[in-house]
């Protein structure tokens, strides 16, 4: 199965293509699961994440910059994480391999996954009848591409037109 990894720079937009992208590919009726992590601003400085259901639309806080982590949360970076964000995102990840989705959205991988936190696990769970699309920074590609993929994701930039993207997503479902 070919997989793929959706890629930009800080602050491009990665998360609003991988929801076009999503939307472009139900039209053509390919079923899309996973989940996109969706961040707002506060002063212009990044604010927090929600984890957003991509087959419920649910949405649930995964990181912001408070500073008191807790015994089940911890700090990366700047930013808390909360467990309960992770759970439903591992949850969300499970039923979309369960729907059989056509393809299944992880968005974003990043420094946390590449240490072996966050979101990583999801890796060993590979789904078998569905395209894999990650989403993460320019700079994390190539080694998300190594330690995840074998270097077998195909990259998709988000600077390149997004329907050959969506076509070279749907010649592999």
């Known amino acids: 199965m070919k997989h793929f990894i959706i890629t930009g720079a800080r602050h491009a937009g990665k998360t609003t293509y991988a929801s076009s992208l999503k939307d472009i590919l139900a039209f053509d009726g390919i079923s899309s699961g996973g989940f996109l992590c969706e961040g707002t601003f506060k002063e212009g400085k990044r604010d927090c994440f929600f984890i957003k259901s991509l087959l419920t639309y649910e949405k649930e806080l995964i990181a912001d910059k408070n500073e008191c982590a807790g015994n089940e949360n911890y ?31 992880i968005d974003e991988i990043g420094k946390l996954e590449l240490e072996g936190g966050g979101f990583a696990e999801l890796f060993n769970k590979m789904p078998v009848k569905s395209v894999l699309t990650a989403v993460c920074r320019y700079d994390f590609a190539e080694d998300i591409n190594s330690l995840f993929f074998n270097n077998h994701a195909e990259v998709l930039n988000i600077d390149d037109d997004i329907l050959l993207n969506a076509e070279k997503i749907k010649n592999h479902i």
């Open 75 to 105: 700090s990366f970076g700047s930013f808390t994480f909360y467990k309960k964000g992770f759970d439903f995102a591992y949850r969300e990840y499970e039923k979309s391999i369960l729907n059989n989705n056509d393809i299944i959205f």
